[in-house]
């Protein structure tokens, strides 16, 4: 009997560019190791005070799955959210003081149906992309200035912030089992 080798590589997503489909395969990757984490999370632990910081593990997870729409619709497409999709965020990203909108009262499963259906957008328009596109360099103006994005940045940064958020959950869970 064979053992299986452990195997790290990008491997693309299919039905896209290549180059795209491996930041797709990136992104992917980080959704897989945060759902990992969340293994040893309950639904209690979601909305309980955190031990360290100031959010709860319910308020990063929200905050992920709409920061992935955030991104692609807010400052990408510049367009709203599908209406199929917009129901589900009915808070916004931050509050008055610019805080993460805390979220209560919702279970692991609709967390997760959140983060899914937001991952599933952000496939359906980066697939869809020219690598032209996916590397163009895009003029943006907020309300806080100007500034420029290629889609291509647009997973970096959303491979990145999931893997950093990820590193705040882990500790918050563990803190909590220690609390039992």
Same mark, same amino acid.
């Given at each position: 009997?064979?053992?299986?080798?452990?195997?790290?590589?990008?491997?693309?997503?299919?039905?896209?560019?290549?180059?795209?489909?491996?930041?797709?395969?990136?992104?992917?990757?980080?959704?897989?190791?945060?759902?990992?984490?969340?293994?040893?999370?309950?639904?209690?632990?979601?909305?309980?005070?955190?031990?360290?910081?100031?959010?709860?593990?319910?308020?990063?997870?929200?905050?992920?799955?709409?920061?992935?729409?955030?991104?692609?619709?807010?400052?990408?497409?510049?367009?709203?959210?599908?209406?199929?999709?917009?129901?589900?965020?009915?808070?916004?990203?931050?509050?008055?003081? &610019?805080?993460?909108?805390? =979220?209560?009262?919702? /279970?692991?499963? +609709?967390?997760?149906?959140? *983060? !899914?259906?937001?991952?599933?957008?952000?496939?359906?328009?980066?697939?869809?992309?020219?690598?032209?596109?996916?590397?163009?360099?895009?003029?943006? &103006?907020?309300?806080?200035? =100007?500034?420029?994005? /290629?889609?291509? +940045?647009?997973?970096?940064? *959303? !491979?990145?912030?999931?893997?950093?958020?990820?590193?705040?959950?882990?500790?918050?869970?563990?803190?909590?089992?220690?609390?039992?």
């Amino acid at each position: 009997m064979s053992k299986k080798i452990p195997r790290f590589s990008v491997d693309p997503v299919p039905n896209c560019p290549p180059d795209i489909g491996r930041w797709l395969a990136i992104i992917d990757d980080a959704r897989e190791r945060l759902h990992f984490a969340l293994q040893s999370v309950q639904d209690a632990d979601l909305d309980a005070a955190p031990p360290i910081g100031i959010n709860s593990i319910g308020t990063i997870l929200y905050h992920l799955a709409l920061t992935d729409l955030n991104w692609v619709y807010d400052n990408l497409l510049q367009q709203p959210y599908p209406d199929d999709i917009a129901h589900l965020f009915p808070y916004p990203l931050t509050n008055e003081q &610019e805080q993460l909108s805390s =979220v209560a009262r919702w /279970t692991l499963p +609709a967390y997760q149906q959140r *983060l !899914a259906a937001a991952r599933a957008k952000v496939h359906r328009v980066f697939s869809a992309m020219s690598i032209e596109a996916f590397r163009e360099v895009l003029r943006r &103006e907020e309300d806080y200035g =100007v500034y420029e994005v /290629t889609p291509e +940045a647009v997973l970096r940064h *959303l !491979a990145q912030h999931e893997s950093e958020h990820r590193g705040e959950i882990q500790p918050l869970a563990s803190a909590l089992r220690k609390r039992e």
